[in-house]
């Protein structure tokens, strides 16, 4: 039986490490949609980083941003939903990290009604945050503007760590404030609004198209990939993923190098 909904993550899975998509993954993706198989982004990005990805896929999906807090419509530039971190949770777990991993910088990520907002400052960081990434959007402010407003997620960053290290310590001191996860190893720990992962962003979508979890395949290569890989009826992890994805996936594919995705795609479309 064809998938129902194909999810799938961005960085690493979808895109090659020269941020392309193949013509290989694109032509099993379009031919996909067109059998009537729905195609839903599930991404750490922001909704403002998804207009690349739109263009280099010929067509807008839907969008699960900030690894599930953000519901996003690229076609019609909209937010449809959005789950924040309230500013008395932001305050607890600010606190946690800097007592329990000193030197680290803080960052937080907003939205507004489209991806480019502009009454809204979207990324908003600690005087000193070094990023892990190049973001041209980066507003500098102080602790307690940072921490003065909701945010769909937070950054906890220190250059020269290890994320998972990262989260092996902060996991033993945040509970209920926040869901741990990561995208890169680099020094990087994301908090979501607790209960809030690709997951639950993807069921959103299926939902009113009456699509449960066993008509999906999903695609991932991080650990905040996980929730997403575990809940669809089958989870694909690629060859370059985190070995705590590949543990969770019902597979292992090839690389994002060598169109790991597209292998698996055609297996229903050619």
């Given at each position: ?113 489209s991806a480019h907002d502009s009454a809204t400052p979207q990324f908003v960081s600690s005087p000193g945050y070094e990023h892990a990434w190049l973001n041209p959007d980066n507003t500098e402010v102080s602790i307690e503007d940072l921490l003065s407003a909701p ?59 009456e699509i449960t979890a066993e008509d999906v395949v999903a695609f991932g290569d991080m650990p905040n990939d996980i929730p997403m890989l575990r809940w669809a009826g089958h ?36």
């Amino acid at each position: 039986m064809l998938p129902a909904l194909i999810a799938t993550d961005v960085d690493g899975t979808l895109l090659d490490d020269e941020e392309r998509v193949t013509d290989r993954t694109r032509h099993v993706v379009q031919a996909a949609v067109a059998s009537g198989t729905t195609f839903v982004l599930a991404t750490g990005r922001p909704p403002r980083w998804i207009p690349p990805i739109v263009e280099a896929l010929g067509f807008a999906p839907m969008a699960v941003c900030a690894n599930g807090a953000v519901i996003y419509d690229p076609d019609q530039d909209r937010v449809i939903s959005a789950r924040t971190l309230p500013v008395d949770v932001l305050g607890e777990l600010a606190e946690i990290a800097t007592r329990v991993i000193p030197g680290v910088g803080l960052a937080v990520e907003r939205v507004g009604r489209s991806a480019h907002d502009s009454a809204t400052p979207q990324f908003v960081s600690s005087p000193g945050y070094e990023h892990a990434w190049l973001n041209p959007d980066n507003t500098e402010v102080s602790i307690e503007d940072l921490l003065s407003a909701p945010a769909v997620k937070l950054l906890i960053r220190k250059a020269g760590a290890r994320s998972s290290d990262m989260a092996e310590i902060l996991a033993k001191h945040i509970g209920v404030q926040g869901d741990i996860t990561y995208s890169t190893n680099n020094g990087l720990i994301e908090v979501n609004p607790i209960g809030t992962s690709k997951a639950t962003g993807v069921e959103e979508l299926a939902r009113p198209l009456e699509i449960t979890a066993e008509d999906v395949v999903a695609f991932g290569d991080m650990p905040n990939d996980i929730p997403m890989l575990r809940w669809a009826g089958h989870g694909v992890a690629m060859g370059n993923a985190h070995p705590e994805a590949m543990a969770a996936a019902n597979e292992v594919t090839a690389p994002n190098t060598d169109d790991g995705m597209a292998r698996v795609l055609e297996r229903w479309w050619l």
